[in-house]
């Protein structure tokens, strides 16, 4: 077995891992789009200081700005997500980088909103995540950076689902008012429905945090280890590290955690192996989710 077959732990197919598809380019409409503002597009065009290296617009991903990577490249297969820290300005689907980070759509995403930030750091790239994050510097670093991702993917959530929100109603309506009131309502609080963390057993060599909407709902949700690897304990909030020397989500396998049943993770209905009418499921929570 190479490096690059899927192994039993992975939570992604082998298809991921080798996919020569980038990030926002696959298959789904890209979050990115000059058509349809976003926070994202947004935090790219806003004004604000200047950083050294940095981009000020995020990149748009259009079947011909797709790079091909050569075959002698070292980014291919797990190595995939170091192309966008040796090169991001190059990549369609970054939505930002600095001199720390990088930060990208997932190519394959899990939820209606997915993301995953690179940290650029060469001593702890390629670490596995709960080795790098036992420095109590980088971890409150990382966490620093994570907590504006999931504001930026709240601020996505409430422009995708806004208006069907019960819970955003009355904001919406103190924002057309005339004359308008003196303090809009809060609404609904978006970043209670981010989720950020790590997995257990990450598939890419690559040190990277997924920052993603709770409701699991995406065309590339396709099998049960998909949704098991964000809805079990493989993968680790963020906020739980560092972990103890005898915390069992150091053993994913051993625990089996992507084999466990699929179990919604909004009402917590147990649909064993059946993975079909789990998803059916979904969709259904999701829409019902979208308008609490």
């Known amino acids: ?109 899990k939820s209606s909103v997915h993301v995953l930030l690179l ?13 790098a994050l036992e420095d109590p510097h980088f971890l409150a670093y990382v966490r620093s950076e994570v907590r504006k991702v999931k504001v930026l993917v709240a601020s996505e959530l409430r422009r995708l689902y806004g208006k069907y929100s019960a819970a955003e109603q009355a904001r919406l309506h103190a924002m057309t008012a005339d004359p ?33 909407s709770v409701d699991r709902h995406s065309s590339c949700m396709k099998h049960r280890k998909h949704y098991n690897s964000f809805a079990t304990p493989f993968l680790v909030d963020l906020e739980d590290f560092p972990l103890a020397r005898d915390d069992v989500r150091r053993d994913p396998g051993g625990q089996g955690y992507l084999r466990k049943d699929l179990v919604c993770w909004r009402c917590g209905r147990n649909f064993g192996t059946q993975f079909a009418a789990l998803k059916d499921h979904l969709a259904t929570e999701y829409d019902a989710w979208k308008r609490e």
């Open 119 to 131: 940290p650029t750091d060469t001593h702890k790239t390629l670490l596995h995540p709960f080795d």
């Open 1 to 109: 077995m190479t490096d690059n077959e899927e192994r039993p732990e992975d939570a992604i197919t082998s298809g991921e891992i080798n996919a020569t598809i980038l990030p926002g380019h696959s298959g789904a409409k890209p979050l990115a789009d000059s058509q349809n503002r976003n926070a994202f597009t947004e935090l790219m065009s806003s004004p604000r200081k200047a950083k050294p290296k940095s981009t000020t617009k995020a990149p748009q991903p259009t079947s011909k700005s797709i790079p091909t990577l050569p075959p002698n490249s070292p980014y291919t297969g797990r190595n995939g997500l170091g192309a966008y820290l040796a090169s991001p300005s190059k990549f369609p689907g970054v939505i930002y980088h600095s001199d720390e980070f990088v930060a990208i759509y997932d190519g394959f995403p």
């Open 180 to 212: 308008p009131p003196d303090a809009l309502p809060a609404g609904r609080d978006w970043e209670k429905e981010v989720l950020a963390g790590i997995h257990s057993g990450p598939s890419m060599n690559h040190l990277h945090v997924h920052v993603l």
